[in-house]
């Protein structure tokens, strides 16, 4: 870019210089002296107009190789950048589809607005691998810039999401400011994977009723929710302040986590005393998700089942370990 702006003001220096060259030497207006030098710069050939003295004919002679080359050069120049930045863009594209088709149990970001962007910074932040689906350029080069994984696309068609790995995928967060878009989403979605968790951004209670009938429980109003944060944070602050330190997970401090039990996993049938969650892996089970509905603070002797959601504390590292254990024996 810098070279090809030299070259555009060495083209614009040639034309006033030898505008006022011409007007000077041939003895012209200076509105005769641009077009002169124009036609020069162009290779029309003269018509009305040519040089009638030595020094005017050298000078145009100057004017055609000075000027002439240099808009060669601009025009290669501006070649060049528009087919090495297509070449560029056909790579990055190349790239990413090989990063995204790469990724497996990661989540996909539907919309990098305001709300959009602040979810891939705290997936980045839990270190959750996702992908990002954005129809506006500008926002989907800015997600590129940040260093995350793009589809530049519409996330309401199905091959959209495809392209995004929804075969693979953990879940969808929909993040549209348009409440119609994130239905879509949704849809399109539980059509091609029932079972996958889905939230939607909306903006009222009629919407929710409207996702609730296309299948997707889990909605989010970002004002209801700012609304709840701050009169919690009034009422309630020692509260919100130990909810922020132990959904955030940090390495070394424990934090809230969840975990399915899959078919197989060694932990089916046992009780969580004899599991030895506390013991082995330092983990609390705080709750049990079973059929829809939550058992908060299990007894021991509470035995576990297939399908099971264990909703844990424990360090980061630790819950990942007893992951691997679980993934290994189903």
Request: hydrophobic share 45%.
């Given at each position: 870019?810098?070279?090809?702006?030299?070259?555009?003001?060495?083209?614009?220096?040639?034309?006033?210089?030898?505008?006022?060259?011409?007007?000077?030497?041939?003895?012209?207006?200076?509105?005769?002296?641009?077009?002169?030098?124009?036609?020069?710069?162009?290779?029309?050939?003269?018509?009305?107009?040519?040089?009638?003295?030595?020094?005017?004919?050298?000078?145009?002679?100057?004017?055609?190789?000075?000027?002439?080359?240099?808009?060669?050069?601009?025009?290669?120049?501006?070649?060049?950048?528009?087919?090495?930045?297509?070449?560029?863009?056909?790579?990055?594209?190349?790239?990413?589809?090989?990063?995204?088709?790469?990724?497996?149990?990661?989540?996909?970001?539907?919309?990098?607005?305001?709300?959009?962007?602040?979810?891939?910074?705290?997936?980045?932040?839990?270190?959750?691998?996702?992908?990002?689906?954005?129809?506006?350029?500008?926002?989907?080069?800015?997600?590129?810039?940040?260093?995350?994984?793009?589809?530049?696309?519409?996330?309401?068609?199905?091959?959209?999401?495809?392209?995004?790995?929804?075969?693979?995928?953990?879940?969808?967060?929909?993040?549209?400011?348009?409440?119609?878009?994130?239905?879509?989403?949704?849809?399109?979605?539980?059509?091609?994977?029932?079972?996958?968790?889905?939230?939607?951004?909306?903006?009222?209670?009629?919407?929710?009723?409207?996702?609730?009938?296309?299948?997707?429980?889990?909605?989010?109003?970002?004002?209801?929710?700012?609304?709840?944060?701050?009169?919690?944070?009034?009422?309630?602050?020692?509260?919100?302040?130990?909810?922020?330190?132990?959904?955030?997970?940090?390495?070394?401090?424990?934090?809230?986590?969840?975990?399915?039990?899959?078919?197989?996993?060694?932990?089916?049938?046992?009780?969580?005393?004899?599991?030895?969650?506390?013991?082995?892996?330092?983990?609390?089970?705080?709750?049990?998700?079973?059929?829809?509905?939550?058992?908060?603070?299990?007894?021991?002797?509470?035995?576990?089942?297939?399908?099971?959601?264990?909703?844990?504390?424990?360090?980061?590292?630790?819950?990942?370990?007893?992951?691997?254990?679980?993934e290994d024996s189903a």
């Amino acid at each position: 870019m810098r070279l090809i702006a030299s070259m555009l003001g060495l083209l614009l220096l040639v034309l006033v210089a030898g505008s006022l060259l011409f007007a000077a030497v041939e003895h012209l207006p200076l509105a005769q002296g641009l077009y002169f030098t124009v036609t020069t710069l162009t290779t029309v050939g003269y018509g009305d107009l040519v040089a009638r003295t030595g020094p005017g004919r050298a000078l145009a002679v100057g004017i055609m190789i000075v000027g002439v080359g240099s808009g060669l050069m601009l025009v290669s120049l501006i070649t060049s950048f528009l087919v090495e930045g297509r070449l560029r863009d056909l790579r990055g594209g190349r790239r990413m589809k090989k990063r995204i088709a790469g990724m497996s149990a990661h989540h996909i970001v539907c919309g990098y607005g305001k709300l959009g962007r602040e979810v891939a910074v705290q997936l980045t932040a839990e270190k959750v691998p996702f992908v990002v689906v954005e129809t506006d350029a500008q926002k989907a080069l800015a997600a590129r810039e940040g260093g995350y994984a793009v589809i530049e696309g519409d996330a309401t068609k199905p091959e959209t999401l495809a392209d995004a790995g929804l075969a693979r995928a953990a879940g969808i967060a929909a993040t549209m400011s348009d409440d119609a878009e994130n239905l879509y989403i949704g849809i399109a979605v539980r059509a091609a994977r029932p079972g996958i968790p889905v939230v939607c951004r909306s903006s009222s209670d009629r919407v929710r009723a409207l996702f609730r009938m296309a299948g997707i429980e889990q909605t989010i109003s970002t004002d209801e929710i700012g609304a709840q944060r701050l009169v919690a944070a009034l009422t309630r602050p020692q509260i919100t302040g130990f909810m922020d330190e132990i959904t955030r997970p940090v390495e070394g401090r424990p934090s809230l986590h969840a975990v399915r039990l899959e078919e197989g996993a060694g932990l089916i049938g046992r009780s969580i005393l004899a599991s030895r969650l506390r013991e082995e892996y330092g983990i609390v089970v705080l709750a049990i998700q079973r059929g829809g509905r939550y058992l908060p603070n299990p007894r021991a002797d509470e035995v576990l089942r297939r399908g099971d959601i264990l909703i844990l504390i424990g360090e980061p590292e630790r819950v990942a370990g007893l992951r691997a254990t679980l993934e290994d024996s189903a």
